[in-house]
């Protein structure tokens, strides 16, 4: 890794900056884990006026709530486009646009289980995408920005993993808001990608999710299910074998487009899992990248957070500005858990060049979150 080489006042208040976020999670300021937020709460209905009238979704008929996936429709519903059902993805992203590339992407986390996984992925030099369980990420907001500070990519999977597709539109929000909260107070930095529990989301969902910014991320279909989540039901052998096989074919093929694979750092088991299945993938020489680099997106995040824009090694970068309190740039240091680089490298003299920038990032952030 290219050293970043800044002032130890700029270290000081990226770290301070970093204390304040982690005490800024109080699991009492959050509606109850695993459970659908409130919509009649003051919370939701200011940002259900900030994202405005959704009366232009699709008008689909809500299946019963049971929190899982309503039963597939006979013949699918007119201009609903379910993608679990119909296999219809309509604009979501279902496979890595780089040729090659194993998008490495983890569900349901943060978990007991996710340092280990940290680990792993650390010796091995690895970056992921991790969608994150809002109900998680305040019982475990350290492992969230140790998750940052290493150079991961951060996204949603909603506040209490409900099937989007029974929910209504005002809860829809409340599941994403909650979730973004989580997050931003965790980390400064406003979530832009997500994944549905499930893989269910239909137009209906699809229209509520842009209207607060999201980029819907499914995966490459059945073959790149791994099943860890089956565990231990299906064995392990099974799942490593299953998985090698969907490696295999891809290897076999013209590897144009990348792939995106469902995995899980929900228990020990998903975990242990992971560390046999991408050694298969590297044997077969298939890249391995997070989200954020699969899709060459240099803001990974929303504009509107606290922190800076993390870096992303890999990806063309773009002008940016800085508006409503989020910084377009940054770099990294070691240790340091805020902005820094995504996929862990960049360059001297490109991080040089920003020392001066995230100076007055750090100190802005600092003030702002001592004043919050």
């Known amino acids: 890794m290219v050293k970043f080489f800044a002032t130890s006042f700029t270290i000081v208040i990226l770290t301070l900056a970093a204390v304040k976020a982690q005490t800024t999670i109080v699991v009492s300021n959050y509606p109850p884990i695993n459970t659908i937020p409130d919509t009649k709460s003051a919370q939701v209905q200011a940002w259900l006026k900030e994202v405005g009238d959704l009366s232009g979704a699709p008008n689909i008929p809500l299946p019963n709530p049971t929190g899982q996936p309503p039963p597939c429709a006979a013949k699918p519903l007119a201009n609903e486009c ?84 029974t929910l209504t539109n005002e809860q829809i929000v409340a599941e994403m808001k ?90 020990s088991l998903t975990v242990a899992a992971a560390q046999k299945l991408i050694p298969l993938g590297q044997a077969h020489k298939i890249n391995i990248a997070s989200v954020a680099v699969c899709e060459n997106d240099a803001q990974p995040y929303q504009l509107g957070g606290t922190a800076a824009m993390p870096t992303v090694s890999g990806v063309t970068p773009v002008a940016t500005t800085v508006a409503s309190n989020s910084a377009s740039s940054s770099a990294t240091s070691s240790g340091a858990a805020t902005a820094p680089t995504v996929a862990g490298k960049t360059s001297a003299a490109s991080a040089a060049a920003k020392t001066a920038g995230l100076l007055t990032v750090a100190a802005a952030a600092f003030v702002g979150a001592v004043i919050a």
């Open 82 to 165: 379910h993608w679990t059902c119909d296999g219809c993805a309509s604009d979501d992203i279902t496979a890595c646009s780089a040729p090659n590339t194993w998008g490495l992407t983890f569900d349901d986390g943060p978990s007991t289980a996710t340092p280990t996984l940290l680990n792993y992925l650390k010796t091995s030099k690895l970056s992921a995408t991790f969608f994150l369980i809002g109900s998680n990420v305040i019982q475990y907001p350290q492992t969230v920005q140790r998750e940052l500070a290493e150079g991961h990519h951060l996204a949603s999977h909603t506040w209490s993993h409900h099937a989007l597709t």
């Open 178 to 267: 909650w979730t973004e909260k989580a997050v931003l107070d965790a980390t400064g930095l406003k979530l832009k990608y997500m994944r549905p529990p499930y893989g269910d989301i239909n137009n209906r969902v699809r229209y509520v999710l842009k209207k607060m910014g999201y980029i819907p991320v499914d995966w490459t279909g059945d073959a790149f299910d791994t099943n860890d989540w089956q565990m231990p039901t299906m064995s392990e052998a099974t799942v490593i074998s299953t998985f090698g096989k969907s490696l295999d074919a891809y290897a076999a093929g013209n590897k144009t487009k990348g792939f995106y694979c469902l995995e899980h750092d929900l228990n």
